[in-house]
C-alpha cells in the first residue's frame, strides 16, 4: 500500500514509521526545514515497543509523491485549511484520506472538499511528542488506533489499511461504525481537557481538590449529553472507560492542550476540542456550564497571544 503522510510529528512520524516496518510504501509530505531535518538524521523514534531510527522518502509538494492509495491527515485543527490544499493533488488523483484529528469539525470541512466517500474516520488514543530536536516520543507503550469507513465506497481501502495496521504494535480495531468511536473519544477528549485547562492540573491534583470529582462528572455528563442529544449516545461500558480514565487519582494524565499552555504556544486546538462541543450544546438547548466556563478561558489566553503578535 503506498501512503501519504501529511507532515512527520508526533502521530504523523510515529504512525509512519509503524507502517514502514509493516511494509508500507510511505512517503513523508513535510516543510522544507522538516525534510532537510530528515534528510540529514533520518526520522528518530524513541518508544518502549520499538526504537525508529532510519532514513524515509519525503517530498514538499503531494504531486511529487506519485499516486498514494491513503494519505495520512495529522496536523493540528488550525492547521487543517493548509493541510488540505497540500493533500489536495493526492486526493484528486485517487487517494483517500485517513483523519487522526481531534473534535468532529474537521470532518464537516473535508468532506466539503472532497467528499465523505474519500474521508475514512480514524480514532488513535496515544501519547507522543516531538522534541526540539526533531525526535518522535512515544510517551507510553499505549497505542489504540480504530479506523472505519464513514461510507460503503470507502470499505475496501479502509479494509486494506486496517489489515496492514494490524500487524503494527498497539491495540488495531476496525468499526464499521467508525462515527461513534469518533463521538466516544471527543467526549473523552473535550471533557478532560475542558478541566485540564481550566484548572490548569493533572488529573491527580484535580481530583485531589474538594470540588476536583464533581467538575469532572459534570464535564463528562455535558459531553455525553452532547454525544446523545447528536444521535451517538455512549455505550454504558464505554462512558464508564470515559470516568475511569479521567477519574483516576492517582494519574498524571493532562491533556495536551494545557501542556501547550504551559509552554506559552502560540495556538491552540481550544476551538475544535472545547468550542465546538460547546457550540452544539448550545444549538440543541443544552446546559454546558463547565465547558462554558472552560472555554472563556482558553479565549482569554487565545486573545493574549493573539495581542502579542500585533
Not at 504494535?169 to 478541566?195: E, F, T
Not at 472555554?295 to 493573539?306: D, E, P, S, V
Amino acid at each position: 500500500m503506498k501512503i501519504l503522510v501529511l507532515g512527520a510529528g508526533a502521530i504523523g512520524g510515529y504512525y509512519g514509521a509503524r507502517l514502514i516496518e509493516a511494509g508500507a510504501d510511505v512517503t513523508f509530505l513535510v516543510r522544507p526545514a522538516r525534510q532537510h531535518r530528515l534528510q540529514t538524521r533520518g526520522l528518530q523514534i524513541e518508544s518502549g515497543v520499538g526504537r525508529f531510527d532510519h532514513a524515509v522518502n519525503t517530498v514538499i509538494k503531494a504531486s511529487d509523491a506519485g499516486q498514494s492509495d491513503l494519505v495520512l491527515l495529522t496536523c493540528k485543527a488550525y492547521d487543517l485549511d493548509g493541510a488540505i490544499e497540500a493533500i489536495a493533488p493526492a486526493v484528486d488523483a485517487g487517494a483517500a484520506v485517513l483523519p487522526f484529528l481531534n473534535g468532529l469539525g474537521a470532518y464537516d470541512r473535508l468532506d466539503a472538499r472532497f467528499g465523505r466517500d474519500k474521508v475514512l474516520g480514524g480514532v488513535a488514543y496515544i501519547a507522543t511528542t516531538l522534541t526540539d530536536e526533531g525526535v518522535v516520543q512515544h510517551l507510553a507503550d499505549a497505542d489504540t488506533m480504530i479506523v472505519g469507513p464513514r461510507a460503503r465506497a470507502a470499505e475496501s481501502v479502509a479494509r486494506r489499511f486496517f489489515d496492514l495496521a494490524s500487524t503494527t504494535p498497539g491495540s488495531r480495531k476496525y468499526a464499521p461504525d467508525i462515527d461513534q468511536a469518533l463521538w466516544d473519544k471527543w467526549v473523552l477528549l473535550a471533557a478532560g481537557a475542558a478541566v485540564c485547562c481550566l484548572l490548569r492540573g493533572t488529573l491527580r491534583e484535580i481530583l485531589q481538590t474538594n470540588a476536583g470529582e464533581k467538575i469532572m462528572r459534570s464535564a463528562i455528563g455535558e459531553c455525553a449529553a452532547v454525544a446523545a442529544a447528536s444521535g451517538h449516545a455512549l455505550a454504558p461500558d464505554t462512558l464508564a472507560f470515559t470516568e475511569g480514565y479521567l477519574i483516576a487519582v492517582q494519574s498524571n494524565w493532562a491533556a495536551s492542550m494545557m501542556r501547550d499552555i504551559n509552554q506559552s504556544r502560540p495556538r491552540l486546538e481550544a476551538d475544535a476540542i472545547v468550542g465546538d462541543m460547546l457550540a452544539r450544546a448550545v444549538s440543541l438547548g443544552l446546559a454546558a456550564p463547565v465547558l462554558e466556563a472552560a472555554y472563556a478561558n482558553l479565549q482569554i489566553y487565545q486573545n493574549r497571544k493573539a495581542e502579542e503578535t500585533r
